[in-house]
């Protein structure tokens, strides 16, 4: 098992050419946030947006639009009835991320098979996108053409895998995963990420600071973010924002009993430009 360090980071954070241009950059999709959980879609743009993806768009309920254009200006917005659209941006991202708090009734199936539908290059499966895939076997069908990456804390495993948590053992992860055709990111205390290439990472930072709903949402953004901006090596660019994510908790938890989602995306930049520069925060 790699354990992640600050150099996997290190490596990953280039410094950007002079002549980038928001394209250069990515361009992000994320899709989720019902009427009544839209904080999660806006969680995870927001990561996105600070975390340098150079074009984000949040496909949502409209409910949402003016909550997350109050905080993530930069963002575009799509409302996720309009199929059309939805499936135009799917289909011209570079990195999707589907499920921070789409819920799982009839429009979240509806919404999701457009995004299996569409996606071609990485999409990155959350949160309630992972419990409608376990539970139905119409959407199981729908494979893309895109890279796969899970990124379920362990209830969600529990559902798609059909480990129990005490059967989450490396071995059958690894298998499940191999299974799943996937990459899986396997959320918890000492989260560890099961690439599809067969290397196993592992983190051994972050803490119950970080138990608050949102946090998963989060880290969401920052994987697509980076796998949306940074070249090279894409397990070590996944297992970069993985660490990236805990490590701006653990030193913000240096004078905080509890580490907010939102403080995390707020830190992002100036913890990337000290990464960037191998600076220590
Ligand atoms: N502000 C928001 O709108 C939020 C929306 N969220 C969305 O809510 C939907 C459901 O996700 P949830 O994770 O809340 O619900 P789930 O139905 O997936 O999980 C049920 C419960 O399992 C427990 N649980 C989670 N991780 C666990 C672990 N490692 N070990 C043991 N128990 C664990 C938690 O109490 C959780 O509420 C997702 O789409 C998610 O994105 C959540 O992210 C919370 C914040
Ligand atoms: N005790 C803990 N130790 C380390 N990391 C934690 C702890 N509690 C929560 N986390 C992290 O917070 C995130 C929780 O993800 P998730 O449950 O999906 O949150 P969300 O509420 O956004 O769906 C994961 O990255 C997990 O590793
Ligand atoms: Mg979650």
């Not at 980038?20 to 959980?37: D, L, W």
């Not at 660490?243 to 992002?268: C, F, G, Q």
Request: proline share 2%.
């Amino acid at each position: 098992m790699h354990v992640i360090t600050q150099k996997d980071v290190e490596n990953v954070i280039q410094k950007r050419i002079e002549t980038g241009h928001k394209g250069t950059f990515g361009r992000v999709s994320v899709i989720g946030g019902n009427a009544n959980m839209g904080g999660a879609a806006i969680m995870a743009v927001q990561a996105a947006v600070k975390a340098g993806a150079g074009l984000t768009t949040c496909i949502s309920h409209k409910a949402n639009l003016t909550a997350l254009h109050a905080r993530v200006p930069e963002a575009m917005f799509i409302d996720y009835f309009d199929n059309d659209a939805l499936c135009k941006s799917v289909f011209q991202s570079n990195v999707v991320v589907v499920g921070p708090g789409l819920g799982t009734d009839e429009t979240a199936k509806q919404v999701f098979s457009s995004v299996l539908k569409n996606a071609n290059q990485t999409l990155i499966i959350d949160g309630s996108a992972i419990t409608m895939l376990a539970e139905d076997d119409q959407l199981k069908k729908l494979t893309p053409s895109a890279k796969i990456i899970f990124t379920p804390h362990e209830i969600e495993w529990q559902r798609l895998s059909g480990l129990s948590q005490a059967e989450q053992t490396p071995a059958k992860n690894a298998a499940k995963a191999l299974e799943l055709n996937a990459d899986v990111v396997l959320k918890k205390h000492g989260t560890e990420i099961y690439h599809l290439s067969g290397k196993c990472s592992k983190l051994t930072i972050g803490g119950p600071y970080m138990s608050t709903g949102g946090m998963g949402d989060t880290l969401t953004g920052i994987c697509a973010a980076f796998l949306a901006q940074f070249k090279g090596d894409q397990d070590q660019i996944l297992d970069a924002a993985v660490y990236t994510h805990s490590d701006i908790a653990d030193l913000l938890a240096k004078e905080r009993y509890v580490v907010l989602p939102s403080e995390i995306a707020d830190n992002l930049q100036k913890y990337m430009k000290h990464r960037c520069n191998g600076q220590i925060l």
